[in-house]
């Protein structure tokens, strides 16, 4: 029968796991970044001056959705809600390739997380001891560093745009929001989990060698009788 420390112990990492399940699939429903540029129509003389730059586009980027709002660029503009895919196929090129690798990584760490719940729970009641969350958690920071790389190092705000008017874009701002910060705690309580197994491992194995250990030193007259 499982010692309570043991049960405890596992119990522990379960709910480290599923309060990071949580987060993650909240967040993933939630704006992950946020983009104000300053537009100018084209065909616009002395587009060097500021005051050409009298409109504004803003963009709210979720992994799901999106919200694209635009004040006088070029014109009196609208506010429209898109499927982000909807939008990104009609761009192609890096940002669709990299928001589509970042949605699978977060789905396959997401399986992988809430298939681990269910194998801590078997791990606090039997002796194996495994854990899949370690690729679990290198999925979630691969999906990070790209969603990073799509709305920094690429031209996607400029060409979400773009696809809908012909103007001049400049000084593009971007902010992460709260969907993209609640794939930190994800990465931190997963990684919490997998320190509670191994250090559980570490004392249990521990233990054992300490039971091991007068047999192995007794003396040889004691051992031959």
């Known amino acids: 029968m499982p010692s309570l420390q043991k049960v405890l112990h596992f119990l522990g990492g379960c709910l480290f796991t599923m309060l990071g399940v949580g987060l993650t699939g909240f967040g993933m429903s939630d704006p992950w970044a946020a983009s104000k540029l300053e537009c100018a ?33 070029p014109s009196f503009g609208a506010t429209n809600t898109y499927a982000t895919f909807q939008k990104l196929e009609a761009i192609g090129g890096p940002p669709l390739i990299l928001h589509s690798l970042v949605i699978s990584l977060l789905l396959v760490s997401l399986i992988t997380s809430a298939g681990t719940i269910f194998i801590t729970f078997y ?22 560093v790209l969603f990073l790389v799509n709305v920094f190092a690429t031209n996607l705000w400029q060409a979400i745009v773009l696809n809908e008017v012909k103007v ?28 509670v197994i191994v250090l559980y491992q570490h004392v249990a194995y521990t233990h054992q060698k300490e039971q091991q250990r007068p047999t192995e030193d007794a003396p040889k007259e004691i051992m031959m009788y």
């Open 123 to 144: 791990n606090s009641v039997s002796n194996p001891y495994q854990t899949h969350l370690g690729p679990s958690v290198i999925f979630a920071f691969l999906a990070l």
């Open 41 to 73: 129509s084209q065909g616009s003389n002395n587009l060097n001056s500021p005051d050409f730059y009298n409109g504004t586009a803003d963009i709210s980027f979720g992994l799901f959705s999106m919200v694209v709002s635009r004040d006088s660029c």
């Open 168 to 195: 001049n874009l400049r000084n593009v701002t971007v902010s992460m929001r709260l969907g993209f910060y609640l794939l930190i705690p994800f990465l931190v309580t997963s990684s919490l989990a997998i320190v």
